[in-house]
């Protein structure tokens, strides 16, 4: 386990037959259904609304935020504050660029729908740090 400022605990759970498509590393919060439900994921749902916020708030591409879930690692942690009517998750991830962004995402159906976007902070750029060094150590993680 990775102790972190930005969440308490990171836990290293078994690669899925799946492998390559979403990060082996998640915290302790989310259990094994995100990864199914990821892997059930056929695209993204972008409409006018939130594709365009995105861009002119933080000026994140509605592309580099589909990116960040596939480049390594994508730390993911389940969002109960903000899960009442549907569940939202916040990851951390990164563009194949090497941009490190902050994510709010929920599934709806088969369709990851991207809420919200930005750069990460100092404080979640760390503990993105931590993961990667840990694959790092052991690439088996």
């Known amino acids: 386990m990775i102790k972190s400022s930005w969440s308490t605990e990171i836990k290293e759970l078994p690669r899925p037959s799946w492998t390559g498509r979403i990060s082996r590393v998640y915290t302790g919060i989310v259990d094994d259904d995100i990864y199914k439900r990821l892997a059930r994921s056929t695209g993204f749902e972008w409409d006018e609304g939130n594709a365009p916020k995105v861009m ?13 879930f596939f480049v390594e690692p ?43 976007a930005r750069d990460m ?3 979640e750029r760390e ?12 690439p088996g993680v």
Do not use: P
């Open 74 to 116: 994508f730390v993911v942690v389940f969002d109960a504050r903000h899960s009442s009517k549907e569940g939202r998750w916040q990851a951390l991830g990164q563009t194949t660029a090497g941009r490190g962004l902050f994510l709010v995402f929920t599934i709806r159906g088969t369709l990851i729908r991207v809420i919200a």
């Open 127 to 138: 503990v993105y740090g931590e993961v990667k060094a840990k694959i790092k150590e052991d």
């Open 56 to 68: 002119t708030r933080q000026n994140v591409s509605s592309g580099e935020c589909e990116q960040a």
């Open 121 to 123: 902070n100092r404080k």
